[in-house]
């Protein structure tokens, strides 16, 4: 049996290429306040094919990865966009291989929902974000209306079978259970997509 990991790598790697018209679900003005005040050493986990890239400011190391080597070809193709200094690597958010305190930032967009253990993945973060960084997360999640959430629910195995992505992952209790601090919580679209500016140190 393959393990979650390789399932969902396969099916990101199918998508690829339809991909840029997927990720239009995360609007260019909130990529570009979240990105648009960052110093140092940048982390984006699940970089998917890019998107963020033009949007990052100059003097800005920014380590991209994904486990998927298909998104990061096309990914790959929109660095001379950028006004950032960008790599890219294929890495498992869940097994990242950095260092303890390597960045002082960590940027992602959409990525829990296909993160086979999330909290694993959220506990690589803490560890490789610097004791005074931040992690940055625009995130789509669990709706708090009953009816809302019980319809994600019913709809969630198909989503994840089509394209390896959970509508219903309840990420605030994750951050808890990973030893994450939110900071502060702003919703976009309904208490579905959300902005999360969250502490490693509880």
């Known amino acids: ?16 290429k339809v991909y840029n018209i997927m990720d239009h679900m995360i609007r260019s003005s909130w990529r570009k306040e979240i990105l648009s005040d960052l ?21 800005v190391n920014v380590t991209g990865i994904d486990f998927s080597p298909k998104m990061l070809d096309i990914a790959q193709s929109k660095i001379p966009k950028s006004k950032a200094e960008i790599k890219l690597l294929e890495m498992d958010i ?3 291989n ?8 960590v940027i992602s967009s959409c990525v829990f929902c296909s993160v086979p253990n999330p909290i694993e993945g959220l506990k690589e973060i803490r560890r490789v974000v ?15 209306n009953a009816v809302v959430g019980k319809i994600l629910d ?7 079978r089509l394209t390896g992505a959970n509508v219903n992952r309840e990420t605030i209790k994750n951050l808890e259970a990973a030893g994450l601090k ?19 140190n509880k």
Do not use: C, W
Not at 1 to 16: A, D, F, G, L, W
Not at 43 to 58: C, D, I, K, N, R
Not at 130 to 144: A, Q, V
């Open 154 to 160: 019913l709809t969630n195995p198909f989503t994840v």
């Open 98 to 105: 950095f260092p303890d305190n390597s960045f002082d930032t």
């Open 1 to 16: 049996m393959k393990k979650p990991t390789n399932k969902i790598k396969e099916r990101y790697n199918r998508i690829s």
């Open 130 to 144: 610097k004791p005074e960084g931040k992690i940055i997360m625009l995130e789509h999640m669990r709706s708090e």
């Open 182 to 200: 939110l900071i502060k919580e702003e919703y976009l679209m309904t208490s579905i997509m959300r902005k999360l500016i969250i502490s490693p």
């Open 94 to 96: 869940e097994q990242m």
């Open 39 to 59: 110093k140092g050493e940048i982390l984006e986990v699940g970089v998917g094919t890019g998107a963020s890239f033009e949007y990052y400011p100059m003097k």
